[in-house]
């Protein structure tokens, strides 16, 4: 039987010679229209909103560290960082899947509607702030006020958390395994379910992550906040 | 926004290529700080009782071989100086006291600012683009064991030559800011009436003023730090430097984006990795992102 497997197509830019908006226009007009399928990208240094706003089934990879907005509103793209990431990486994505192997900066995953981000190493402050869908799964520990605000979505952290943990969460669920410094406002410890252990237990899969769900504990919504008091302390 | 560098040195074989391995961090920070740009060097001390003062003069016409011979005449006797002029900067070398010196620039050469004073620091700062600003004095030729570095996107004051970073206070200390305080007047309420007098209304003079009159106070470097934790209120990454120490903090909420990079033979600090990625072994280096409230110094 013939092998059916789709031909893969690859491209190579070094940031080195190329500019950023050739790839990106590349990325985002040509990639598809010439039937290229994986995309290498040498020497980021560090440049800014490396394949940012992608709509295309494309394998992305990138060969060394990012700076801010990497794969920024991603759709349907599995973007690859080989290296750490700046601030906000994956910020706002819809679909698809981010990973990056190393570290990440402030707000990776901010406002991420949808797709899977995999970070290997550790994530700075405000990891997944405002979540409106997405999954993240951080192999290291986060920073202070991760998941703040976050509306849906899961975050599972295989490490320990900073300060303020799920502050004023909405419907978000966190999975945290290690340590957590303290709970944000109306964020909670909850019993783990079957359901839980069971997400925890694909999205560990889905990161390449082999943990046993049952060390991790959930957080989510006390929804204290859901409604107005007008009989609470309304000194700030 | 603004950017920082800053970088030291652990090989001393590599200090006469100090300038070269900066210029491409400080150029690569100016989409972060086009509008001005500073450096603080730290050389080889001055020995023999001697200070060194960094002189500007910036737009204005002034005839260094006049000022040197003023001083000269002003503060005769045993005394030697020294003036290495470059444009309108100049290194004013001297046996006189620093204090006494800096009062009679401010009095008979109204013309001319003293932008520090040490055994050690070198100040260069000036307006306009930061590649500009190293080629007009010559960065890549600088020596020395460690610098510290910053590009201007100005926010919350003028764009002057007196507002670029770095600031200094006394003797061998300077401090660069990403952020903006809000409470800076309240500071400088606290320091004025214990004499501390300030040259500008920007808020990072405040806490420059604030950690060199802890240091003078008896304290080191760190706990001048932690003082500063509840003295000063607002965003900031601070880069300082002395003539032995270069040391980065950053705010509770570690809303200014920092990265360090240690080698066997340099510590480099960037706001961004893009200033970090020409570095020689780089890709070796271990790399980290200083954590909100924790301080990190390395020492000559």
């Given at each position: 039987?013939?092998?059916?497997?789709?031909?893969?197509?690859?491209?190579?830019?070094?940031?080195?010679?190329d500019?950023?908006?050739?790839?990106?226009?590349?990325?985002h007009?040509?990639?598809?229209?010439?039937?290229?399928?994986?995309i290498?990208?040498k020497?980021?240094?560090?440049?800014h909103?490396i394949a940012?706003g992608?709509?295309a089934?494309?394998d992305v990879?990138?060969h060394?560290h990012?700076?801010y907005y990497?794969?920024?509103?991603?759709?349907?793209?599995?973007?690859t960082?080989?290296?750490?990431?700046g601030?906000?990486?994956?910020e706002n994505?819809?679909?698809?899947r981010?990973h990056v192997?190393?570290?990440?900066s402030?707000?990776a995953?901010?406002?991420?509607?949808?797709?899977?981000?995999?970070i290997?190493g550790?994530?700075?402050?405000?990891c997944?702030?405002?979540?409106?869908?997405?999954?993240i799964v951080?192999?290291?520990g986060?920073?202070?006020?991760?998941?703040?605000m976050?509306?849906?979505?899961r975050i599972?952290?295989?490490g320990d958390?900073?300060?303020a943990?799920g502050?004023?969460?909405y419907e978000?669920?966190?999975?945290?395994r290690?340590?957590?410094?303290?709970?944000?406002a109306d964020?909670?410890?909850e019993a783990m379910?079957?359901?839980d252990r069971a997400?925890?237990?694909?999205?560990l899969?889905?990161a390449?992550?082999?943990?046993?769900p049952a060390?991790?504990?959930?957080v989510a919504?006390a929804k204290?906040?859901?409604?107005?008091?007008?009989?609470?302390?309304?000194?700030y | 926004?603004?950017?920082?560098?800053?970088?030291?040195?652990?090989?001393?074989?590599?200090?006469?290529?100090?300038?070269?391995l900066?210029?491409?961090?400080?150029?690569?920070m100016?989409?972060r700080g086009?509008?001005?740009?500073?450096?603080?060097?730290?050389?080889?001390?001055?020995?023999?009782?001697?200070?060194?003062l960094?002189l500007?003069?910036?737009?204005?016409?002034?005839?260094?071989?006049?000022?040197?011979?003023?001083i000269a005449?002003?503060?005769?006797?045993?005394e030697t100086?020294?003036l290495?002029p470059?444009?309108?900067?100049?290194?004013?070398t001297s046996?006189?006291?620093p204090v006494?010196l800096?009062?009679?620039?401010a009095?008979?050469?109204?013309?001319v600012?003293?932008?520090?004073?040490?055994r050690?620091?070198?100040?260069?700062?000036?307006v306009g683009?930061?590649?500009d600003i190293a080629?007009r004095y010559?960065f890549e030729?600088?020596?020395?064991?460690?610098?510290?570095?910053h590009t201007r996107?100005?926010?919350?004051?003028?764009?002057?030559p007196?507002?670029?970073?770095?600031f200094?206070?006394g003797?061998?200390f300077?401090?660069?800011?990403?952020?903006?305080l809000?409470?800076?007047h309240?500071?400088?309420?606290?320091?004025?009436p214990?004499?501390?007098?300030?040259e500008?209304d920007?808020?990072t003079e405040?806490?420059c003023?604030?950690?060199?009159?802890?240091?003078?106070?008896?304290?080191?470097?760190?706990?001048a730090?932690?003082?500063g934790f509840r003295e000063?209120d607002?965003?900031?990454t601070?880069?300082?430097?002395?003539d032995?120490?270069?040391?980065?903090?950053r705010?509770?909420?570690?809303?200014k984006?920092?990265?360090?990079?240690?080698?066997?033979?340099?510590?480099?600090?960037?706001?961004?990795?893009r200033?970090?990625?020409?570095?020689?072994?780089?890709?070796?280096?271990?790399?980290f992102?200083?954590?909100p409230?924790?301080?990190?110094?390395?020492?000559?």
């Amino acid at each position: 039987m013939a092998n059916l497997r789709p031909l893969v197509i690859a491209r190579e830019f070094d940031l080195a010679r190329d500019t950023l908006r050739e790839l990106n226009s590349f990325l985002h007009r040509r990639a598809a229209v010439e039937g290229v399928s994986q995309i290498h990208v040498k020497n980021p240094d560090g440049a800014h909103s490396i394949a940012c706003g992608l709509n295309a089934d494309l394998d992305v990879q990138i060969h060394g560290h990012v700076g801010y907005y990497v794969a920024g509103m991603n759709q349907h793209a599995s973007v690859t960082v080989h290296g750490n990431a700046g601030p906000g990486a994956a910020e706002n994505m819809m679909s698809g899947r981010v990973h990056v192997t190393g570290f990440a900066s402030t707000a990776a995953g901010a406002s991420a509607h949808g797709g899977l981000l995999v970070i290997d190493g550790d994530a700075s402050l405000r990891c997944g702030i405002s979540l409106k869908g997405a999954d993240i799964v951080v192999g290291g520990g986060v920073g202070s006020f991760s998941a703040f605000m976050a509306q849906a979505g899961r975050i599972v952290i295989c490490g320990d958390a900073e300060d303020a943990l799920g502050d004023s969460l909405y419907e978000a669920v966190i999975y945290v395994r290690g340590k957590v410094r303290s709970l944000g406002a109306d964020a909670r410890f909850e019993a783990m379910t079957d359901t839980d252990r069971a997400a925890v237990k694909s999205l560990l899969a889905a990161a390449g992550f082999d943990h046993d769900p049952a060390q991790f504990q959930r957080v989510a919504s006390a929804k204290s906040l859901y409604h107005w008091h007008a009989d609470a302390d309304q000194e700030y | 926004m603004c950017g920082i560098v800053g970088l030291l040195l652990k090989n001393p074989a590599l200090r006469d290529r100090l300038g070269a391995l900066m210029v491409p961090m400080l150029v690569g920070m100016t989409e972060r700080g086009p509008d001005s740009a500073g450096l603080a060097v730290y050389t080889s001390p001055v020995g023999d009782e001697r200070h060194k003062l960094s002189l500007y003069s910036g737009a204005n016409a002034v005839e260094w071989s006049q000022v040197l011979q003023g001083i000269a005449e002003a503060f005769a006797g045993d005394e030697t100086h020294d003036l290495t002029p470059l444009g309108n900067h100049a290194v004013l070398t001297s046996t006189a006291d620093p204090v006494r010196l800096a009062a009679w620039i401010a009095r008979h050469q109204p013309d001319v600012a003293v932008l520090s004073v040490g055994r050690s620091i070198d100040l260069y700062k000036d307006v306009g683009a930061p590649a500009d600003i190293a080629a007009r004095y010559r960065f890549e030729t600088l020596q020395g064991s460690h610098l510290v570095g910053h590009t201007r996107m100005a926010t919350e004051s003028a764009v002057t030559p007196a507002h670029a970073h770095p600031f200094t206070a006394g003797r061998d200390f300077c401090l660069v800011h990403n952020g903006s305080l809000s409470n800076p007047h309240l500071v400088r309420k606290h320091l004025e009436p214990l004499g501390i007098e300030f040259e500008t209304d920007n808020d990072t003079e405040a806490a420059c003023r604030f950690f060199e009159w802890r240091l003078r106070e008896g304290d080191d470097l760190e706990t001048a730090v932690r003082h500063g934790f509840r003295e000063l209120d607002g965003f900031y990454t601070f880069l300082m430097g002395t003539d032995r120490e270069l040391l980065i903090v950053r705010d509770a909420f570690a809303c200014k984006p920092a990265v360090v990079a240690e080698t066997d033979d340099y510590v480099a600090i960037a706001s961004e990795f893009r200033s970090l990625a020409h570095l020689p072994d780089i890709g070796a280096a271990a790399l980290f992102e200083p954590k909100p409230e924790e301080i990190y110094s390395w020492r000559i």
